[in-house]
């Protein structure tokens, strides 16, 4: 049932080309330049638009922060991603101009349930986005665009998070081309990166036997910080919650240009910092940021895209560049580290103690 692998997660890490494939399939438009997605919104609805709010829990959240980005550049709209537990509809809005979007894959989770009724209360429009068909969220939701990852056993969110990241950011292309802020030209090579995501990801899953190598030479580390800018952040931020969740090891994801506002002080050549250095993440900048730790002994591993040169990196992990997609390749490697990281101390994987699949109490 796994398989042949050893548990959920890896099966789930390596589903990522197919799950991608199917996320999709059907929904890239490159004759319009548009993605099609089975939606429709009361007429004039996206061209009013003023705001769109993302809320979401955990990994869901870094997905939500990362297609916050998205939105804002190529939809022209002021986008927020939202932790559905901090959630309150701000009544200064105008909720006939606000979209709420919920990304969820359970679909279960209480508090972004919670927090979508509270969008829905203030007269918000709300959308569903997630991996369950029939789930409590779409019965809720005035609309539903699912991610079609199939189903993810591990209580690790990771292929699920790939999922959502892509169908996002199929979102922000459609709701750029409803708008008019977003060309046609421009939209056809945010799909064609996008269509690459499934080969450039099972690049990343052939060395995964390298990653592995890397984890031998840091699984005695005393803490691992993740770096990133842009879209670069919300994939630290992922790849330390993955870390801290299946090994139980401490880490911590950062912005990048953070380090030194504080964090620096808890370096040591103890503590291997992993950064994203690959277009999309303002990777010179980032550089800068991972040299200031490294001086000060840490072992600094990169996932890189030939973008900048990194020959100082103790480790370099390479990905092929897809634009603001890039970020979601770089990932991968992330997961596989945190994987090998606790695969090494013999951790119960797929069910992390203290943890559930779905957490249905606020
Ligand atoms: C992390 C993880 C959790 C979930 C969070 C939201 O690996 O799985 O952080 O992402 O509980 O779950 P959903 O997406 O079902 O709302």
Avoid at 209 to 232: H, L, P
């Amino acid at each position: 049932e796994k398989g042949g692998y050893d548990h959920y997660m890896l099966k789930e890490i390596h589903e990522q080309p197919t799950a991608l494939r199917q996320a999709l399939s059907g929904r890239v438009n490159l004759d319009d330049g548009t993605a099609d997605l089975d939606l429709e919104f009361p007429p004039g609805f996206l061209e009013s638009l003023e705001e769109i709010q993302l809320i979401a829990c955990g990994t869901s959240y870094y997905a939500a922060q990362y297609a916050a980005g998205l939105l804002e550049r190529v939809a022209d709209v002021r986008a927020s991603a939202q932790l559905a537990s901090e959630y309150t509809f701000n009544g200064g809005r105008d909720p006939w101009r606000t979209l709420t979007v919920a990304v969820t894959q359970s679909g279960e989770t209480a508090d972004t349930l919670s927090a979508l009724r509270r969008a829905s209360g203030a007269g918000v429009r709300t959308l569903a986005v997630t991996n369950t068909l029939g789930s409590t969220v779409t019965r809720e939701a005035d609309d539903s665009l699912f991610i079609r990852a199939g189903p993810e056993i591990g209580v690790a969110a990771t292929k699920t998070f790939a999922s959502q990241v892509t169908t996002l950011a199929l979102l922000s292309l459609f709701i750029g081309r409803e708008r008019g802020t977003l060309s046609a030209a421009d939209a056809r090579s945010a799909l064609a990166d996008l269509r690459g995501l499934p080969g450039a990801v099972q690049q990343v899953l052939d060395e995964a036997d390298t990653v592995r190598e890397a984890a031998e030479t840091y699984v005695d580390a005393s803490a691992y910080f993740f770096v990133g800018r842009t879209y670069g952040y919300p994939v630290a931020l992922e790849g330390s919650l993955k870390l801290k969740e299946i090994a139980y090891d401490h880490a911590e994801g950062f912005a990048a240009g953070e380090l030194k506002h504080g964090p620096l002080a808890l370096v040591t050549d103890e503590t291997p910092v992993l950064a994203v250095l690959t277009e999309g993440t303002r990777p010179a900048e980032t550089l800068n940021n991972v040299a200031e730790a490294q001086t000060r002994g840490s072992p600094a591993i990169g996932i890189v895209d030939g973008t900048v040169e990194t020959n100082a990196l103790d480790v370099s992990f390479e990905v092929p560049s897809l634009g603001t997609a890039t970020p979601l390749v770089a990932n991968v490697y992330l997961q596989l580290f945190a994987y090998y990281i606790a695969d090494l101390q013999g951790r119960p994987i797929d069910k992390p103690r203290n943890l559930a699949k779905s957490v249905t109490v606020e």
